[in-house]
């Protein structure tokens, strides 16, 4: 064998030598490249993970967010009205007060005409059966007013109390000291803590 085949086939071994270096480096890339891939891919399944369990999150909370907005809407609501029902019951008793506090003056001239009646009556017709029927109607009115609140005021022997007494004259007594009322001129009556109709009555001077 002549040396130029020796060198030629020596030349090819080294050719392929070096083929065979470059395709095993060529496949060590492109597993190092498949490897570096795979966890960029697990990195970013990872992100669109949180991302969506953010959004997921964010979404929870306006939920919640407008949960305890509607409650405290619901709640303003609530309280409003009961305020508003507070306020009609409250209006209605005071329109009841008035009402009856009217109709109240208008019945007391009448129990005044009856204790004037029932005063002149003489002391030989004070057993008749037509006094004694007056006599219970009377009583029977006064009965009625004191069940719904209606109560007379007491004038003789107290202190002078302009919220309760009218004084219209002043009196001298022996019995009563200054300020004391002596007489009862016209019976004064309260409804519950209201007053109707102020005692006329005379005060000691």
């Known amino acids: 064998m002549s040396d130029k085949k020796k060198e030629e086939e020596v030349l090819e071994e080294v050719l392929e030598d070096l083929e065979k270096d470059a395709a095993d480096q060529a496949e060590?890339?492109?597993?190092?490249?498949?490897?570096?891939?795979?966890?960029?891919?697990?990195?970013?399944?990872?992100?669109?993970?949180?991302?969506?369990?953010?959004?997921?999150?964010?979404?929870?909370?306006?939920?919640?967010?407008?949960?305890?907005e509607l409650t405290d809407q619901v709640k303003r609501q609530m309280a409003e009205f009961d305020n508003f029902r507070k306020r009609t019951e409250k209006e209605?008793?005071?329109?009841?007060e008035t009402g009856a506090k009217s109709v109240i003056e208008k019945i007391l001239p009448v129990i005044d005409n009856f204790e004037r009646g029932l005063a002149a009556v003489p002391e030989d017709e004070k057993d008749s059966a037509?006094?004694?029927?007056?006599?219970?109607?009377?009583?029977?009115?006064?009965?009625?007013?004191?069940?719904?609140?209606?109560?007379?005021?007491?004038?003789?022997?107290?202190e002078f109390d302009p919220e309760f007494h009218n004084a219209v004259m002043q009196v001298?007594?022996?019995?009563?000291?200054?300020?004391?009322?002596?007489?009862?001129?016209?019976?004064?009556?309260?409804?519950?803590?209201?007053?109707?109709?102020?005692?006329?009555?005379?005060?000691?001077?």
């Open 130 to 158: 037509f006094v004694d029927g007056m006599d219970k109607v009377y009583r029977q009115m006064l009965t009625e007013l004191d069940a719904i609140g209606v109560k007379p005021i007491e004038a003789v022997g107290k």
């Open 92 to 96: 209605k008793t005071q329109m009841f």
């Open 28 to 68: 060590k890339k492109k597993d190092t490249s498949k490897d570096k891939e795979e966890p960029k891919k697990e990195e970013k399944a990872e992100k669109t993970e949180k991302k969506s369990g953010f959004k997921k999150k964010e979404k929870k909370d306006k939920k919640d967010e407008k949960i305890e």
């Open 172 to 205: 001298e007594s022996e019995e009563y000291d200054s300020g004391i009322v002596a007489q009862e001129l016209q019976k004064g009556y309260i409804y519950h803590d209201s007053v109707v109709r102020h005692s006329m009555v005379a005060v000691v001077q």
